[in-house]
């Protein structure tokens, strides 16, 4: 079955609703168990359903879906992107333990590791995201996790997965791979060894901007130790975002690809224009491991960034201000167009050195004309203040 194919049925079961299409939410705290034998029963089994907080047959219906979507044996869906990153990096380390992260790492998950997994006596190195086998080298004998995010969502660097893969791997390291740009149709990170996926489904999974929601995918092999960390952290998911979810995935085939024609369509554009030094897409030869996008992608989604000579300030404002279908906000993956400047964070790659302006943007579901005559009136305004 091909995915297009799979997204209308996973997760849906109408012959156990009276017929409906989509499955109906639960609303639920408390769980009640009728009799003191199916209380038992519960308990002998793991406590499968027993709380809100851990899950309801809304959640789990996702998580199946969610799972079978990625090609894993197992999904936990959580309460955010973030809170994902946070489960996975807790669940497999513990005091003494080596971390290696890109330095291209989205920036809340630097925070976490740089401000809470140090206090728990864990070692954070970050490495270039382009180190490819060279990862190896890096390694210590206390190496337990190595981080990827590829590409990474401000800078763009692809990784080289397969090296790291079997360098972690050589060394009995386990691989944590955050896919939420490429999501799961265009990158197939369970074929290729990665040990743990995540995704903020806040982006092009819930795909309209209005729910917050993480998912971690993984075998078997890591389920229990992932689920208890889930459960002791606290990080339970109400069921609205979980249905937003759910509905979001029907249409993820069909908006991906409007993404994708669209973002190519305004990269190619600015990478023509006069103001624009360098444009950070990994389908085009410019970004940093096109390459390997080429040979490991099926795809590129709507998030790119691009570099610009220096501007005075007002300049940029004057751009930005005015306008038109370019919302100026973080997060992405919705059906409207983002843009915002940003400064990256860099402690292992000297080699960032870009001293203009750098500009992310999302491509959103309008018609690409009116965004690109909306772009070239910024530029308009940013040479007419500079
Ligand atoms: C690449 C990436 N991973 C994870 C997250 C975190 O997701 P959430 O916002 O759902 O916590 C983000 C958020 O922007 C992100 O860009």
Not at 15 to 41: M, Q, R, W
Not at 82 to 92: E, K, N
Not at 163 to 182: G, S
Request: aromatic content about 8%; proline content about 6%; glycine content about 8%.
């Amino acid at each position: 079955m091909k995915i297009e194919t799979l997204l209308t049925s996973i997760g849906r079961s109408p012959e156990e609703h009276e017929g409906a299409v989509n499955p109906p939410v639960y609303h639920a705290s408390t769980i009640l168990f009728p009799t003191l034998a199916d209380f038992e029963a519960a308990e002998k089994a793991g406590w499968p359903l027993v709380y809100g907080r851990s899950g309801t047959p809304t959640v789990r219906e996702l998580e199946a879906a969610l799972a079978e979507l990625d090609g894993a044996e197992c999904a936990i869906v959580t309460s955010s992107g973030l809170a994902a990153i946070v489960i996975a990096l807790t669940a497999t380390l513990s005091n003494g333990d080596h971390l290696l992260i890109p330095d291209s790492l989205y920036g809340s998950a630097r925070k976490f590791c740089d401000q809470e997994l140090t206090r728990y006596g864990i070692e954070v190195t970050y490495y270039d995201p382009l180190v490819g086998a060279g990862i190896t080298s890096l390694m210590k004998p206390n190496t337990k996790v190595i981080y990827i995010e590829s590409p990474g969502s401000l800078t763009f660097e692809v990784q080289d997965i397969p090296a790291i893969v079997k360098a972690a791997h050589a060394k009995n390291a386990i691989v944590i791979a955050d896919n939420t740009w490429a999501t799961p149709l265009y990158l197939r990170t369970v074929e290729m060894n990665v040990d743990i996926c995540i995704h903020s489904c806040t982006k092009y999974i819930g795909g309209h901007s209005d729910l917050v929601m993480g998912l971690i995918t993984h075998s078997k092999k890591f389920n229990p130790q992932l689920r208890r960390t889930y459960r002791n952290l606290g990080a339970a998911i109400g069921a609205d975002e979980v249905y937003f979810a759910s509905r979001g995935l029907r249409t993820l085939a069909v908006r991906l690809k409007q993404h994708q024609e669209t973002a190519f369509i305004l990269a190619k554009w600015l990478a023509a224009r006069p103001e624009v030094v360098k444009v950070l897409h990994p389908g085009l030869p410019s970004c940093p491991g096109h390459d390997i996008w080429k040979r490991d992608f099926k795809g590129a989604s709507g998030l790119f960034s691009i570099l610009l000579k220096p501007y005075p300030h007002k300049a940029l404002a004057a751009m930005l201000d005015g306008l038109e279908h370019f919302g100026m906000g973080f997060s992405w993956g919705g059906y409207e167009s983002l843009i915002i400047p940003f400064t990256p964070e860099r402690t292992a790659t000297p080699s960032w050195t870009h001293d203009g302006l750098c500009i992310r943007i999302h491509a959103g579901l309008e018609h690409p004309d009116d965004l690109i005559a909306d772009l070239k009136k910024g530029f308009e305004r940013l040479n007419g203040a500079a």
